[in-house]
């Protein structure tokens, strides 16, 4: 059984709880965009996974079910009973993987910018990013991610938001790093999605390289209760370019599924 960490949380906003789960190399630092969106709805927990923000760094390697228990720590930390759970990219995989340990208390689920029924070729593709950062050093391939990331347009009128994301990957303990790249590109959801029972929604940006409309179609088939939500033009960092964006169709899914028991 791993240990779980004391995570590093901010709680904002009234009403029913959602964790929210953020991904590789960032922090809760990238929902600062939503939250105020939603915490009139709803109350909002945001925390930073080990190794990434204030959060403690045991040494890696880390798991997907050390993270999953990290998360079961804090929300006994929190004696929340039942709440809503989102993540994206990465926290996209943790919340189903939650959701499949503890099923009793997810109430929905959101699967943000993620990836599952990886064809052998996109298996190599990710798993080759990782091997390269491992070869040639993360900042050397930051570069080629930015692209995949941001829109073209939003490189060129917020440099300042990218420059910042850039440096927080750069920040983050590089064997931290790796690692939850290696969870990320090694974790195929696809065998076990047919036993998330909850309400779940599936948002991804239209032009995401890596975890796009294909990907994200089948998630929502596979899931016997999901919706399907492909934002247009958007690529992979939704929160950081277009919260305002992502707000509203999340909005409606949790206010559909409020006093759900």
């Known amino acids: 059984m791993p240990t779980p960490i004391r995570s590093a949380f901010s709680v904002e906003g009234e009403g029913e709880p959602l964790f929210l789960i953020h991904g590789i190399g960032a922090s809760r630092a990238s929902f600062a965009g939503l939250v105020p969106h939603l915490k009139r709805d709803v109350r909002v927990i945001s925390y930073d996974l080990r190794g990434h923000g204030a959060s403690p760094v045991p040494n890696p390697p880390y ?52 990836a599952a029924f990886r064809t052998e070729d996109d298996s190599a593709k990710v798993k080759g990013v990782v091997a390269a950062m491992r070869a040639k050093g993360i900042p050397q391939v930051l570069e080629a991610l930015k692209d995949r990331w941001f829109t073209p347009e939003f490189a060129a009128r917020r440099p300042d938001v990218i420059e910042r994301r850039m440096q927080q990957v750069i920040d983050t303990d590089p064997e931290v790093f790796l690692s939850v790249f290696d969870i990320y590109a090694e974790t195929e959801m696809a065998p076990w999605l047919h036993e998330i029972a909850q309400p779940c929604q599936v948002l991804t940006g239209e032009n ?54």
Not at 82 to 103: D, N, V
Not at 230 to 236: C, G, M, N, W
């Open 63 to 114: 798991t997907l079910d050390d993270l999953v228990e990290d998360l079961e720590a804090l929300r006994r930390e929190l004696h929340i009973e039942r709440a809503h759970f989102a993540g994206h990219s990465l926290g996209g995989m943790i919340g189903p993987a939650y959701a499949r340990k503890y099923p009793q208390h997810v109430k929905t689920l959101g699967l943000w910018s993620t």
């Open 208 to 261: 995401d390289g890596g975890c796009n409309p294909r990907l994200n179609t089948l998630i929502a088939e596979a899931l016997p209760d999901s919706e399907l939500v492909i934002l247009p033009v958007l690529r992979h960092a939704i929160l950081l370019e277009a919260a305002d964006q992502v707000a509203p169709p999340v909005l409606d899914f949790l206010r559909r599924h409020k006093g759900r028991e």
